[in-house]
């Protein structure tokens, strides 16, 4: 089985540091990468893909509501021409940067809030769809596994990831539990793993109670940001390759359904 280990990466800014980006990418095959909106700067983000292209990480996009005080975990609302703008606008930050430092950008992941709310809301969620497909049909959307966002996307034509978090746990519905709830950030190593697991011999989803949701996905994401976060990434994927997985950068998996 292929899969994908992932980490969103790039969210220092200015004298602010988050994470260890050096010690992931030695360990993720693909990087979401901030875009100024919730975190990263534009050094950041020209460090973080050329560390990328250093370590031969895949390098995506990692657009956000505009709301760097709240790290873009704050639900918005905006009209659909500005939603498209802003995540526009960032997708074509990072290619920018991406261009000079001789890589291509290869998928984009909404963040936080954003993200959380396209899982949900079926006109958002074609919102965003539409603005990738407007900036570049041949990007991979990495979205929630079994989210209104991967229906989206397909409707848009584009090649679509499904993704699975080792740190955060699931409700019934399959979405993401908030962080304002006990339990929704998993901070035990053993614990991360073990729920990766659960979900790979699921073959999706299994929210808190143990429901199991039969939906495909194709990548695994640890947070970045998260104090433990390199040692779950480093279990993570020890887990999965003892359990026979090839692990690949996104863009690499055969898995995908391609157009």
Not at 62 to 65: A, L, Q, V, W
Not at 141 to 151: D, F, I, Q, R
Not at 168 to 171: E, F, G, W
């Given at each position: 089985?292929?899969?994908n280990l992932?980490a969103d990466l790039?969210?220092s800014?200015?004298?602010?540091?988050?994470?260890?980006?050096?010690?992931?990418?030695?360990?993720?095959?693909?990087a979401?990468?901030?875009c100024?909106?919730?975190?990263?700067?534009?050094l950041v983000m020209?460090r973080t893909?050329?560390?990328?292209?250093k370590?031969?990480?895949s390098i995506?996009a990692?657009?956000?509501?505009p709301?760097?005080q709240?790290?873009?975990?704050?639900?918005?609302?905006?009209a659909?021409?500005?939603?498209?703008?802003?995540?526009?606008y960032?997708?074509?930050?990072l290619a920018?940067?991406?261009?000079v430092?001789?890589m291509?950008m290869?998928?984009?992941?909404?963040?936080?809030?954003?993200?959380?709310?396209?899982a949900?809301?079926?006109?958002l969620?074609?919102?965003?769809?539409r603005?990738?497909?407007?900036?570049?049909?041949e990007?991979i959307?990495?979205?929630?596994?079994?989210?209104?966002?991967?229906?989206a996307?397909?409707?848009?034509?584009?090649?679509?990831?499904?993704?699975v978090f080792?740190d955060?746990?699931?409700?019934e519905?399959?979405h993401l539990v908030?962080r304002?709830?006990?339990g929704?950030v998993?901070t035990?190593?053993r614990?991360?793993?073990?729920?990766?697991?659960?979900?790979?011999?699921?073959?999706?989803?299994?929210s808190?109670?143990?429901?199991?949701?039969?939906?495909?996905?194709?990548?695994v994401?640890?947070?970045?940001?998260?104090?433990?976060a390199?040692?779950?990434?480093?279990?993570?994927?020890?887990a999965?390759?003892?359990?026979?997985?090839e692990?690949k950068?996104?863009?690499?998996?055969?898995?995908?359904?391609?157009?």
């Open positions: 089985m292929q899969l992932n790039g969210e800014f200015g004298a602010w540091k988050m994470g260890d980006d050096a010690a992931m990418l030695g360990i993720v095959g693909s979401s990468i901030a100024g909106f919730h975190a990263g700067d534009p020209r893909v050329h560390a990328a292209k370590a031969g990480v995506g990692h657009p956000s509501y709301d760097l709240g790290f873009g975990r704050r639900p918005m609302q905006m659909a021409d500005e939603l498209q703008a802003t995540v526009l960032q997708l074509s930050a920018g940067i991406a261009r430092e001789g291509t290869t998928h984009v992941k909404p963040h936080g809030a954003l993200s959380n709310m396209a949900e809301d079926e006109a969620a074609n919102r965003f769809a603005a990738v497909r407007t900036f570049d049909a990007l959307l990495l979205a929630p596994a079994g989210s209104k966002l991967v229906t996307g397909e409707h848009e034509g584009l090649v679509v990831a499904g993704e080792a955060r746990a699931y409700n519905q399959g908030p304002s709830q006990p929704a998993l035990d190593t614990e991360c793993v073990r729920h990766v697991l659960r979900m790979l011999d699921a073959g999706g989803i299994v808190m109670s143990g429901r199991r949701l039969a939906v495909p996905f194709h990548s994401c640890v947070h970045g940001d998260n104090a433990h390199v040692e779950v990434a480093r279990a993570v994927r020890k999965l390759e003892d359990s026979g997985c692990l950068p996104l863009a690499q998996l055969s898995t995908l359904g391609r157009r």
